[in-house]
């Protein structure tokens, strides 16, 4: 095995002009560790926040962008996957822009041969989050009226496939005509832009003056009070994302009399106290993917695209995942 590897190193916190691929030592893993030969990385909005050094108070320069990895397990120890058998990763501590991650077993999932590890990188992180906002927090059941923010991006638009395949009904929202266009190809029974100042309004139209049952919320900010206010009697929020990093306000007496609940949650820290439920998740996920269920948007990107990468997600001119491929 060689000792050098290739990983995105930053040379300052700043524009994605900072993020350069250099030579670094190989990884060591650690007890209870599994080492895995990356193929393909799943690019998200939390790795421009790497980027920018806001992704944590105490972030050190030093800290790699890339939170999901495929590939194949070059070494693991006793009860974990046999060398050769790809895995999708959760990179929780960072490190995914890399040739080369050493993970706990917790964060590994296995991942079937038939399915590509482009796919699976677009459906780790997008899908195993959409699962647990809609199954484990959401509690969707058929009928119910699910709002979802920021429907054209990878969460909302898996998310949306997931309520329709629960017997709910998609109410999406997004930043423009053409990104609703996308949530309506994936589901969307109606579709809104994310106007906070009629939001709540146009939801209760669209669902008889009841409200949505469910919210799945991957913005927060100024979408929060609104999307509260249109939320139905013994409704479940659920904060699955914080794209607007900014905080939304509640005055939580309302919560009461109307028997509602928030919710939120990262799915590392799940994995962290129940390691098979991840699992669990994903394997959900990838068979709803076989039977033509939930369908990505995927974009394909080589390493050196990683800057314009980043560009176009803090832009949010992209639509659906962006995956690199190291093997192209």
Known sequence: MPAMHQAVALSAFGPPEVLHWVKQPVPEPGPGEALVAVEAIGVNFADTMVRR??????QPLSFTPGFEVVGRVLEAPDGGP????????????????????????????????????????????????????????GQVQP?????????????????????????????ATASTAAKLEVARRHGAEVSLLSEPETLADRVRQATGGQGADVVVDGVGGPLFAPSMRALAFGGRYVIAGAAAQQPGTLDTRGLMPRTQTIAGFVVARVAARDPAEP??????????????????????????????????????????????????
């Open 279 to 328: 699992q669990a998740a994903f394997d959900a996920v990838l068979d709803l993917h076989r039977r033509g269920l939930l369908v990505p948007d995927v974009t394909i990107i080589g390493r050196d695209d990683l800057v314009a990468a980043h560009h176009s997600i803090e832009g949010r001119r992209h639509v659906g995942k962006l995956v690199v491929d190291l093997r192209a």
């Open 143 to 171: 009928g119910e009226a699910v709002l979802v923010h920021a429907a054209a991006g990878s969460l909302g638009a898996t998310s949306i496939q997931l309520v329709r395949a629960a017997g709910g009904r998609p109410i």
């Open 53 to 58: 050094g806001e992704y944590r108070r105490d």
């Open 82 to 137: 046999a060398p050769g058998t790809r895995v999708a990763v959760f990179t929780d501590d960072g490190g995914g822009y890399a040739e080369t991650v050493a993970e706990p077993l917790r964060r590994v999932c296995t991942v079937p041969d038939d399915v590509p590890a482009t796919v699976a990188a677009t459906l780790l992180v997008s899908g195993v989050t959409a699962w647990y906002a809609v199954h484990r927090f």
